[in-house]
């Protein structure tokens, strides 16, 4: 089957995914999802609207510009990549405008340092800083048609665009409505804190609670899907849910061992409530 790519490299990104996670969306007037990430489930699905939420406000405000002005969005982006301009001044004043998220240029910015950065890994420390490093490739690709494919989805159905955590999405789900959870994936212990992309913290508690908000979604009447990795604990959160296993290629991996992965996806239906 065809695929569309993002303009977005991201770790974690389900574009690699999307022929084994397509057949467990239902239909349904609308998708929600919560962590939309590179949005690769949205420009790969054809829900009459959509509900698109991330933590990430830069990210969240790359798709304002990309719905509201594309021609100023690529302008603006291309001429940072025809420059000879260095990565790190880039990073420096994207880092000193953080009091300002919501402009024109910190989302060109954006798109600069995700092409440019070391394996388009999207990570802030404690202060919300971009902190990773330039990735020295020999040619960066600017991604301009799949940014002109991406505004004309956000263009074409209607979207909500939410910067906020996964609460606020999952608290609009209602009846036929269909919700896609990709979040940070915890491991096998309930110790287990992912630390790695954001200044905040998502563990087994959080994952816990996300589940709960789903549970009371579907019996709503909404259906449920989750993505996380493949282990007991994982299973134990999400016990309500039909799980089926899938092998996940890894784009990065800190030990160097980019063997597939196992993961899981399930599924809640208010049928099984």
Known sequence: MRVDKSFLK?????????????????SGKRLIEPFVGAGNVFINTNYDSYVLADKNRDLINVYHWLR????????????LFDSDINFYEVRCRFNCNITQPFTLDRAAEFIYLNRHCFNGICRYNQKGEFNVPYGKYKKVYFPKTELIAFSNKL???????????????????????????DPPYI?????????????HKFNYPVTKLLRDLLVHA?????????????????????????????????????NGNRQPAKEIIGVLTPDML
């Open 10 to 26: 991201w770790v974690g990104g389900k574009g690699r995914l999307i022929p084994q996670l397509l057949p467990h969306l239902p």
């Open 68 to 79: 509201d002005d594309l021609a100023g969005l690529i302008n603006t982006a291309q001429s």
């Open 155 to 181: 263009i074409s159905r209607p979207t909500t665009l939410i910067a906020a955590d996964f609460r606020a999405a999952i608290e609009t789900a209602d009846a036929g409505d269909v919700i896609y959870c």
């Open 187 to 199: 491991s096998g212990t309930k110790n287990d804190i992912f630390t790695g992309y954001t200044p």
């Open 218 to 254: 579907v019996r709503r009447g909404a259906t449920a899907i989750v993505s996380n990795s493949n282990n007991i604990i994982v299973r134990g959160i999400f016990s309500d849910f039909e799980i089926y296993e899938i092998d996940a290629p890894r784009s990065v991996a800190a």
